[in-house]
T-cell receptor, first 114, second 111 residues
Framework: DAGVIQSPRHEVTEMGQEVTLRCKPI?????LFWYRQTMMRGLELLIY????????DSGMPEDRFSAKMPNASFSTLKIQPSEPRDSAVYFC????????????FGSGTRLTVV | GQQVMQIPQYQHVQEGEDFTTYCNSS?????IQWYKQRPGGHPVFLIQ?????EVKKQKRLTFQFGEAKKNSSLHITATQTTDVGTYFC???????????FGPGTRLSVLP
């Protein structure tokens, strides 16, 4: 298995632009998580899905952030419009179950908004 | 909501020295997980502990779950430069819906 695949690995964009991050979870994993990591705030859960349905999006910072999972093999996290404070590493993770299995993280997308 | 705390925040050791990081929760945890993140990398699942007082070993790493299931520790014997990274513990949130990650302990190993 190729693991959790994220793209792009790096993204540099100008303030105000739309940014779309992509994730392909491990086949058969029913749960998909989007995390943001910064030095100041550590690993923050933004949203997670179970069987393609969003379960908890309370971690999404504001309306500029949206996430979708149109099918079991693909998810997107979109920021529109982007701001410099959105600069962070965004990780996607997947898991067989939510509370009794380890999470498999992707390699992350390093986002820089200038 | 559920929070797990970790100490220390940073640890610098000489290669060959031992290292321990501690994870604490204000509430009882049904289970706890540990992850390692290398510099520039992503968190990698190491282990899950479930039973009160449980001790598990992975080569030079020893993981322990407290009797009250409110704390856990990770001990590394004779550190090597390959142990460099940030070690996170994670415990289920109040609803058991997902894992909440601690702030991590960043380990530096001086050769």
């Amino acid at each position: 298995d190729a693991g959790v695949i994220q793209s792009p690995r790096h993204e540099v964009t100008e303030m105000g632009q739309e940014v779309t991050l992509r994730c392909k979870p491990i086949s058969g994993h029913d749960y998909l998580f989007w995390y943001r990591q910064t030095m100041m705030r550590g690993l923050e859960l933004l949203i997670y899905f179970n069987n393609n349905v969003p379960i908890d999006d309370s971690g999404m910072p504001e309306d500029r952030f949206s996430a979708k999972m149109p099918n079991a093999s693909f998810s997107t996290l979109k920021i529109q419009p982007s701001e410099p404070r959105d600069s962070a590493v965004y990780f996607c993770a997947s898991s067989l179950a939510v509370a009794n299995y380890g999470y498999t993280f992707g390699s992350g997308t390093r986002l820089t908004v200038v | 909501g559920q929070q797990v705390m970790q100490i220390p925040q940073y640890q610098h050791v000489q290669e060959g020295e031992d290292f321990t990081t501690y994870c604490n929760s204000s509430t009882t945890l049904s289970n706890i997980q540990w992850y390692k993140q290398r510099p520039g990398g992503h968190p990698v699942f190491l282990i899950q502990l479930v039973k009160s007082g449980e001790v598990k070993k992975q080569k030079r790493l020893t993981f322990q779950f407290g009797e009250a299931k409110k704390n856990s520790s990770l001990h590394i014997t004779a550190t090597q430069t390959t142990d460099v990274g940030t070690y996170f513990c994670a415990g289920p949130d109040n609803y058991g819906q997902n894992f909440v990650f601690g702030p991590g302990t960043r380990l530096s190993v001086l050769p």
